[in-house]
């Protein structure tokens, strides 16, 4: 499968297929700051990731002046 | 993963609620909690005309869309911060959603308008970037609302924002602000209009899953100065201890507010009485406002560097 991960942008290749969670796992990246997507449909934990597909990391976190309460 | 309300497929799991939900229930989800905190904590009513800070990131950009679903009187404010690629397109979004949806939209330009970038403004007055931004922005629209006639200012600050506020001002022991850290803020002073804080329930995951199960257009792009931001750094131990201990955010900021924060309500403004900066007329503790001291030092370094 392929993993696109935004900021900084990065696309890494991961053979098999696996669920997400074990994906975010792997690639050492914490479920509370992320959600996974295919196409435009949203990934719960559980969900199954075949070989051939691709999916992406979104970042939900973000930062800077913005950001201060 | 189903669904906790319906027999639907879950399309996100939300570990503090011990809960997942299909698409249309998390957006009644979502939407209920904004509503129950606009409630519970009186910011809003429906006569109130309300100024929206709108970045065009998905967290303002939630924020106006579930205000004007509710149906409250919005008008958008958008700050054009002349940062490179980044301002642009912000801009550009904004300017985007507020066509598309039919709402009034008051665009300031730092540049045009005071003569400064935020880049600028930081060079010349040795702030780092995010600092120079910040004030500039609670200037401007506690300012904007005021000339405008608005009795609340909204932003869209999530739990995310909060509790890491929560956690740099208690590492530093900034007590008058553990003192003004609650999620509505009244007017004290005829020059300060109420702020109110919407999103505080929600994480800054589900105000992204929010703003992309809506469709909304978001800005997407990280602000280039807020790299290596503080506030980034908090956030990221936050979630740390979130995926350990599912509710650590939640139990944090609103622990806080009930049970630490009424400690801290007497040093909110460290006894000292809000004035009129004698430059402006905005608040300040001091003869002049922070703001008009900072433009003014930006206005002689700039001149000393043209001799």
Redesign the interface.
Known sequence: MKVIV??PRREVEMPGSRRVRDLLQELKI??????V?RGQ???????LVRDEETVEV?P?????????? | ?KCKTCPGK????I?RHNA?FC?DCFIVHAERQIERTIEGDKMLSKDDRVLVAV?G?KD?LTLWEVLRRLGYHTTGFHIVLGIDHYSPQARATVEGYAKKNGLPLIVTDVKEEYDFSIPELAEYTRRV???A??LS?RYLMNRTALQGGFSVLATG?NL???A???LGNLLHWQTPQLGR?GPALEATHPKLVKTV?PLVRL???E???YA??RGIDYH?D??P??VG????FY??LL??L??ASPGAKQSFYFGFLKKGRPAFLAAQTDGVELKECEACGQTTTTETCAYCRMMDLARRTAAARSR
């Open positions: 935004r900021r914490n479920p509370e700051s992320v959600l997507v449909e949203l990934l719960t934990p559980d969900e979104v939900a976190i973000s930062g800077g002046s913005a950001h201060e309460v | 993963m879950a399309v996100i799991d570990r997942a698409k970045s990131g303002s970037p995010c600092s931004c910040g922005k600050h995310d924002d909060a890491a506020t929560l850290m804080k994480t800054e995951r105000t992204l899953a992309m199960l997407d990280e602000c100065n807020a931001a503080t506030s980034l956030k990221d979630n740390q979130e995926y």
